[in-house]
C-alpha cells in the first residue's frame, strides 16, 4: 500500500496509539488487546489491529524522532483513514514537580525542528493537542486517580545535548516546558494539517534536573497506567 506500510485498506481501525519503540507497540497488543492481528512489519515498524472492551483499536510504531513519525503518521491518514491518533510515549523530565513515572499530557508542543518551523514562513505556529482528547485524557486520569501533569512539551530532534542536564534546554523550563520527547509537535501539526484529532502522553521516565531513572521493572508498570488511559481515550473518541 506505501513504501512503509503494507496493512490493506480497512487493516486499521479509526484510532491509533503510536510508540516509538515497536516493541511497546507488540507488548500493548499482546497484554491490552485481544484478537490482536499484525497489519504491519515493513521495516519492523510494527503495527498491529484488535479490540480493547469490545471496540476496534490499531497500535503503529512511529520510530523516533520527527522525521519518522510524519512518514507513518501521514501514511496512517491518508491511505487508511485514520482519524484518532494518540502518541503514548517516553519522555525526559525538565520541571522539578514532575516526577519519574508521573504520566504528561502534552498541551501543547515546542519545538527546534525544522519539519514545523519551516512549515509557516514567518509565522510561529504553535502545535496543540486536540483538546476533546486532551479533556477525556485529564477526567479519565482524575477518575481513575492517576496523577497527571499536562503542559508544554518540547518535541527536539536532538537528544544528546552537548550541555548537561538542563542547560541543554535554555530558557524553555523557564517558561513552564515539563518534559522533553521527539515527536508530538510533528504530529500535533500533521493533525492540524489534515484535520484529524492528536494527543500526546508520555511517562517521564528520566529526571534531567536529578539524572533519576526509571528503572525496568518500574517502567513496565507505569506504561501500563499511560497505556490504559490511552485506550480508554481512543475507545470513546
Ligand atoms: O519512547 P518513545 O515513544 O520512543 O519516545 C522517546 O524515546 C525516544 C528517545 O529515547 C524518542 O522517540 C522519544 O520521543
Ligand atoms: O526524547 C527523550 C526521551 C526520554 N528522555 C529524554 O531525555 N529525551
Redesign the pocket.
Known sequence: MTPHNHAQPGDYAEAVLL???PL?AKWIAETFLTDAKPVNSVRNCLGFTGTYKGKRVSVQA????QPSLSIYVHELINSYGVKTLI?????GGLNARVKVRDVILAQAASTDSAIVKDRFGPYNFAPIADFGLLRAAAEKAEAAGLKIHAGNML?SDI?YHREPGLEGYGLLPDHGVIGV???AAALYTLAARFGVKALAI?TM?DCLITGEEISADARQTSLTDMVTLALEVAIEA
Open positions: 510508540p516509538g519503540d511497546r512511529t520510530g523516533m524522532g502518541r503514548v510515549g517516553t519522555c518535541s537528544f520527547e521527539m515527536e508520555c521516565t
